[in-house]
């Protein structure tokens, strides 16, 4: 079946510091994978994706790269801002539209 | 354009009462979805409309829980009669048509609280 495991929080970090969230997976077929963030208050938004293997998504200064012989999707940016404080989830879709989400992880960036 | 809207962002019910979420989609997606997030943990998938047919309705925890989504457009979730562990965050996703791999837009979610 299909899942998403990614590290648990919460991570902090001060400002500048460099961020790596783990994500792995297991998947049928051919999935995309998905980070998606939820800032405070707000809905979940698309923050970068990749559709396959060895491609690398990123948006706002983060990262990930579809690593298929590791299962992973790590998120990582070089220098975090205390506007990068959010609730961050790996996700997964392989056809119809249905998403398998990880549990989340929270981080909070210290100015 | 406007996007997911969800209705309402709070409800906090008693037990063994009813609740209605809404969720209007982006216009012009035929593909509607409602997932749930229990507590701090992942976020589930519930079920999936196209249009207003129900598409796949595995994630449904049991017959409490109806969906519907007349004429294609919105939809909404009713909980008869709510439990306690029906409490979380209830999202709507929308995208357009097709079904391979196609980016989802989330609504901000309706917490739910039971009490």
């Known amino acids: 079946g299909n899942s998403v495991t990614q590290m648990e929080g919460p991570v902090t970090l001060s400002e500048e510091a460099f961020l790596t969230i783990n994500c792995t997976y297991t998947?049928?077929?051919?999935?995309?994978l998905f980070w998606y963030v939820q800032y405070p208050g707000e809905g979940l938004q698309l923050l970068l994706k990749?559709?396959?293997?060895?491609d690398k998504g990123s948006n706002k200064g983060f990262e990930a790269t579809y690593r298929k012989e590791t299962t992973s999707f790590h998120l990582e940016k070089g220098s975090v801002q205390v506007s990068d404080s959010a609730v961050y989830f790996c996700?997964?879709?392989?056809?119809?539209?249905?998403?398998?989400f990880g549990s989340g992880t929270k981080l909070n960036v210290k100015p | 354009e406007a996007g997911v809207t969800q209705f309402p962002s709070h409800s906090v019910i008693e037990k063994g009462q009813t609740v209605t979420l809404r969720c209007d989609p982006i216009?012009?997606?035929?593909?509607l979805y409602w997932y749930r997030r229990v507590m701090g943990k992942e976020i589930k998938f519930l079920l999936h409309?196209?249009?207003?047919?129900?598409?796949?309705e595995s994630g449904m925890p049991n017959n409490r829980f109806l969906a519907e989504r007349t004429g294609g457009t919105y939809s909404t979730l009713k909980v008869q009669p709510a439990e306690l562990e029906d409490s979380g965050v209830y999202f709507c996703?929308?995208?357009?048509?097709?079904?391979?791999?196609?980016?989802?837009?989330f609504g901000q979610g309706t917490r739910l609280t039971v009490v």
């Open positions: 409309f196209v249009k207003e047919s129900k598409q796949d």
């Open positions: 216009s012009g997606h035929d593909n």
């Open positions: 998947a049928t077929g051919y999935p995309s």
């Open positions: 996703a929308s995208s357009q048509q097709g079904w391979m791999n196609t980016e989802a837009f």
């Open positions: 996700a997964l879709t392989s056809g119809a539209g249905k998403f398998y």
């Open positions: 990749a559709t396959k293997a060895d």
